[in-house]
C-alpha cells in the first residue's frame, strides 16, 4: 500500500528533503507551507499521515491540528508534529491538540523515514486489533460500530459487549458463568434469563444462523 503523506511546514528546505526522502522509500508526499493551505489539501489529498511544523504563518501547526480533528474523516489521521529539542511547551501543547507524536528538531533523514514508518505500522496494527470481521459481520471495537452486510446495526452496549466475546474466539464454547463474568461483571442485579434474552436480541438482527446454544452450558458462534 502507497501510504500518503502531507508535509506542511514553511521552510521550503525543509519540505523538499523530507518530500524526497519519503518519495525515495515509495511514499505519496505532497506539501503545504502553512496551516491553511494544509487543512485544503488535506479534504483534496485525504493523507494517512500529517506532518506539522508548530511555527507557521497565518496558521500555526497547533491550530491546524485542532482544526483538522473537527472533521470526522481526519479524525483517525496520524498526526506527527516538528519541535525543536527539548522545547517541552510545543511538544505538550501539540498532543494536547490531538497530535499523536512529534519528531524533534534538527531532523535526520534517516531517522525521520523510520519514525514515519513505525507511527504507519502502530496504527496498522491498533486498526487490526480493533476490527473483527466474521460471517458478513464486521466490527470495529473502538467505535462501538457494527455492519451486517455493509448496513450498520445498532445494537444496545451489552449486545455489543456480548457479540464482541463471541467473535473474540470463533467456534470456541463461552459457559454462561464466563459470558455473565465477562460481559455483565459484577453486576449482581443480573438474572440467569438476561443471556438468553441479548441472545434472542443479537439472532433477530443477524439471523438463527449465527449462535449455537449448547443446551445447559452456553453459546458458541457457528463455523463459518
Known amino acids: ?90 511538544q505538550i501543547a501539540g498532543l494536547e491538540a490531538g497530535a499523536d507524536d512529534y519528531i524533534s528538531k534538527p531532523i535526520q533523514p534517516k531517522v525521520f523515514v523510520f519514525k514515519i514508518k513505525s507511527l504507519l505500522r502502530r496504527r496498522l496494527n491498533i486498526k487490526q486489533n480493533d476490527i473483527i470481521t466474521y460471517n458478513g459481520i464486521t466490527i470495529e471495537k473502538s467505535k462501538f460500530k457494527v455492519k451486517y452486510q455493509d448496513l450498520e446495526v445498532k445494537l444496545a452496549r451489552k449486545e455489543f459487549d456480548l457479540l464482541v466475546l463471541l467473535f473474540s474466539d470463533p467456534g470456541k464454547l463461552f459457559t454462561r458463568e464466563e459470558i455473565m463474568n465477562k460481559v455483565w461483571k459484577d453486576d449482581s442485579f443480573v438474572g440467569d434469563r438476561t443471556i438468553d434474552v441479548h441472545i434472542r436480541k443479537l439472532r433477530l438482527k443477524f439471523g438463527n444462523n449465527l449462535i449455537n446454544t449448547i443446551k445447559g452450558i452456553g453459546y458458541q458462534l457457528k463455523e463459518q
Open 1 to 90: 500500500m502507497n501510504y500518503k503523506i502531507l508535509i506542511v511546514d514553511d521552510d521550503s528546505d525543509i519540505r523538499e528533503i523530507l518530500s524526497y526522502n519519503l518519495s525515495k522509500e515509495g511514499f505519496v508526499v505532497e506539501t503545504a507551507a502553512d496551516g491553511i493551505i494544509a487543512i485544503d489539501k488535506s479534504l483534496i489529498f485525504k493523507p494517512d499521515l500529517i506532518v506539522l511544523d508548530v511555527m507557521m504563518p497565518n496558521m500555526d501547526g497547533i491550530e491546524c491540528c485542532e482544526k483538522l480533528r473537527e472533521y470526522n474523516e481526519f479524525k483517525d489521521v496520524i498526526i506527527a508534529f516538528l519541535t525543536a529539542r527539548n522545547e517541552d511547551y510545543s
